[in-house]
């Protein structure tokens, strides 16, 4: 199936820090990219949909100029998480949709785990 | 909003069946997925059913679903203690593109 590819796969940053996490489709296109957020033992929760070439969709609730996200190129959206706390300590996830692809699947990165000391 | 729930446990013997159940709430439901995730791992996708279907098999999978009472299962023939991991059931709706709605994922413990 199609490889979807993250970036540093575990970060420790300090408090304050901000942390740049990247999301890749090594074997297809994508104009849209999807940021979920995972906690311990917890479902997956859908933070934006990154759009290439155009601003985020934001789920309600995320802060935006918390979380930024840049969809610079159809293989390419990066998560940045801002002035970090131990709060976003947390596993995330980006999920691709190949550009044309008129099938139900959808693939997954392996995650970043991010620690905020 | 649209919710998906699973039950949170399941444990089996190893070479039995394991069954993982799924509802959820949103009638546009178009697609159907289970994705199974390792310990700090990413989320591997195991099958997906369109759902104007009622079953698809793939191995030693078997997924139903019941549109009418919006129920989705997950059947592991043979489960081998390398199935053991956690399991989530997502559902993306009409017109949504790759947004998905998770269930809470079932963590499936076979033991030997």
């Known amino acids: 199936g199609a490889v979807v590819s993250q970036h540093p796969s575990r970060v420790i940053c300090k408090s304050g820090t901000s942390v740049k996490i990247e999301c890749r489709s090594l074997d297809f296109q994508a104009t849209t990219m999807f940021w979920y957020r995972q906690f311990p033992k917890k479902s997956l929760m859908l933070m934006a949909t990154?759009?290439?070439?155009?601003?985020?969709?934001?789920e309600q609730g995320v802060e935006k100029d918390k979380f930024l996200i840049n969809h610079a190129s159809l293989t390419l959206s990066t998560l940045t998480v801002t002035s970090a706390h131990p709060e976003d300590s947390s596993f995330y996830i980006c999920?691709?949709?190949?550009?044309?692809?008129?099938?139900?699947?959808?693939?997954f990165g392996e995650g970043s785990r991010l620690t905020v000391l | 909003g649209e919710d998906v729930e699973q039950s949170l446990f399941l444990s089996v013997r190893e070479g039995d069946s394991s069954v993982i159940n799924c509802t959820y709430t949103d009638s546009s439901s178009t697609y159907l997925y289970w994705y199974k995730q390792e310990p700090g791992a990413g989320l591997q996708l195991l099958t997906y059913i369109f759902s104007n279907m009622d079953m698809k098999q793939d191995q030693r999978l078997t997924v139903l679903l019941n549109k009418k009472d919006k129920h989705l299962s997950l059947r592991i023939a043979d489960t081998q203690t390398g199935d053991s991991a956690i399991y989530f059931c997502?559902?993306?709706?009409?017109?949504?593109?790759?947004?998905?709605?998770f269930g809470q994922g079932t963590e499936l413990s076979v033991k030997p």
């Open positions: 999920s691709a949709n190949p550009v044309g692809a008129n099938t139900g699947e959808l693939f």
């Open positions: 997502a559902e993306k709706g009409y017109n949504q593109g790759g947004k998905l709605i």
């Open positions: 990154s759009n290439e070439g155009s601003k985020a969709t934001y």
